[in-house]
Nanobody, 127 residues
Framework: QVQLVESGGGLVQGGGSLRLSCTAS????????MGWFLQAPGKEREFVAA????????FYADSVKGRFTISRDNANSTAYLQMNSLKPEDPAVYYC????????????????????WGQGTQVTVSS
């Protein structure tokens, strides 16, 4: 059974940092591109960042470029999202997702293309 478990969310002051982790089980992470998405109350799920299977290629939403960094450790079946300079508009539930791409080094910003999802972790930013 495939499971993605996010952790690292919480309350942080504006301008602060958080590091989210996504630990996978039941799959070989090196065969999957990974993505992070957020969903604020009453809004659609939005793309945040994606990373290719090997970690060589990354892609970010314009709103987080220069502030967030996606990375991965395939040996430990974990993906990360380092979030710096957090802003009042960043609070949301953050989800990690895995997309099976065994023969590709691509990444994807479309939530519909992902095969597996975590349960989400809440990020709250205080002013």
């Amino acid at each position: 059974q495939v499971q993605l478990v996010e952790s690292g969310g919480g309350l942080v002051q504006g301008g602060g940092s958080l590091r989210l982790s996504c630990t996978a089980s039941g799959l070989t992470l090196s065969l999957y591109a990974m993505g992070w998405f957020l969903q604020a109350p009453g809004k659609e799920r939005e793309f945040v960042a994606a990373i290719s299977r090997s970690g060589i290629s990354t892609f970010y939403a314009d709103s987080v470029k220069g502030r967030f960094t996606i990375s991965r450790d395939n040996a430990n079946s974990t993906a990360y999202l380092q979030m710096n300079s957090l802003k009042p508009e960043d609070p949301a539930v953050y989800y990690c997702a895995a997309r099976f791409t065994p023969g590709s080094s691509s990444y994807c910003d479309a939530s519909s293309e992902y095969d597996h999802w975590g349960q989400g972790t809440q990020v709250t930013v205080s002013s």
